[in-house]
């Protein structure tokens, strides 16, 4: 049989002060700016409109995009599509919102589809 043996408290012991309060002031560098729209106003349809599709090429693009193209053209056949590899081509393009804009604007869409997962 083990028997544990039981420590004596200690007799040391140390008197700690508390802190004064202290305020810290803390710079925000994310800037300010008015948000006036939450969302662009949406299209009545897609019927003649010219779509992007954008994508960083992480996850599975190579798969959703053709089936969202195809379902598309389905239902809005006067639909122009313009694939995401003819928009954004790679990773680091894709993250640059100001590049992005302007090909978007270069390529004349009037929608995007971007963010998809399957």
Not at 105 to 118: D, L, Q
Request: net charge positive; with cysteine.
């Amino acid at each position: 049989m083990v028997q544990k043996r039981q420590r004596k408290p200690s007799r040391k012991t140390k008197k700690v002060k508390s802190a004064e309060s202290v305020v810290i002031e803390v710079f925000d560098p994310t800037g300010a700016f008015e948000i006036t729209r939450l969302h662009a106003p949406r299209l009545q349809d897609l019927h003649g409109k010219t779509i992007c599709e954008i994508s960083n090429s992480i996850w599975e693009t190579d798969r959703t995009f053709p089936l969202i193209r195809e379902e598309l053209q389905k239902r809005f056949p006067t639909a122009k599509i313009i694939p995401y590899d003819e928009v954004v081509g790679t990773r680091p393009q894709c993250e640059d919102l100001d590049y992005v804009a302007r090909v978007v604007k270069e390529k004349g869409c009037e929608a995007v589809i971007t963010g998809n997962a399957s």
